[in-house]
């Protein structure tokens, strides 16, 4: 129940930061870097070591890197909103309905290995909403800031979007407790290729000067503070009970 709580909060926390600060693209921007920073550390201290100590392991890869590329599908439809490529003069080329199915679609996928997750409050739930903050930040100013539409004609589908969205996740745990728990590697390493991919692009992406941008630099290692904190701290009880 905690897990499904903090799973839709993040994302209406988000929207409603995105609502009233959406014209901050610079808050936007470092929500984001903060994010990539646990949410890479989160994929390679978490995701990846629990993957690759399963059975079966050797041919885990392949699922990573079926991740990386179905979100480089996914982003065919939501533009990119994943890390933050979002810029007010082509809003309007973005469809609201290929939007939704490609977040429905990405935070659902999320979502399924949440349910053989040994422990409610895990690292990886974690990674999930700190990643949903950024996202949900720019997909609130998005919906609710686009000009040109008054606030009655987009207000019910904007409304219906960020309920799929905040409901994705949750579903694809629901749907988790379904199916054998011997595949959750298997998931795992799928939405691990998907977190590389998002947050490898958000840190690594050129700066256009080309220049040491030392804020993001300091957001990335507060972000991997963060994470790692969580890790020793989920660890602790892990060793205590052996």
Known sequence: MITVLLLILSVI???????????????????????????????????????????????????????????????????????????????????????MVGLFIHAFIEGIPLAN??????PYLWGIVFHNLPISFILGAFLFNRKGESKSSSSY?????????????????????????????????IVGGI?????????????KNHNIDWVKIGLVVLGVSLALMMHLFHQHPATHSH
Do not use: R, W
């Open 13 to 99: 926390t988000g929207v409603f930061l995105g609502k009233h600060f959406g014209k901050k693209e610079k808050l936007a921007k470092n929500l984001l870097i903060l994010s990539a920073g646990f949410l890479i550390t989160i994929c390679l201290n978490e995701v990846f070591p629990q993957v690759y100590t399963s059975a079966g392991s050797s041919n885990l890869g392949i699922f990573v890197i079926a991740g990386v590329l179905l979100q480089m599908i996914l982003e065919a439809l939501t533009k990119g909103f994943e890390h933050g490529h979002f810029h007010h003069h082509n809003e309007h080329n973005i469809l609201p309905a290929a939007l």
């Open 117 to 122: 997750e040994e422990h409610e409050m895990s």
């Open 157 to 189: 589908p904007s409304i219906l979007i960020v309920a799929l969205f905040a409901l994705a996740s949750p579903m694809g745990m629901l749907l988790g407790n379904y199916f054998n728990p011997d595949l959750q590697p298997y998931f795992l390493a």
């Open 195 to 207: 977190f590389l991919h998002i947050s490898s692009v958000i840190i690594f992406e050129s700066n």
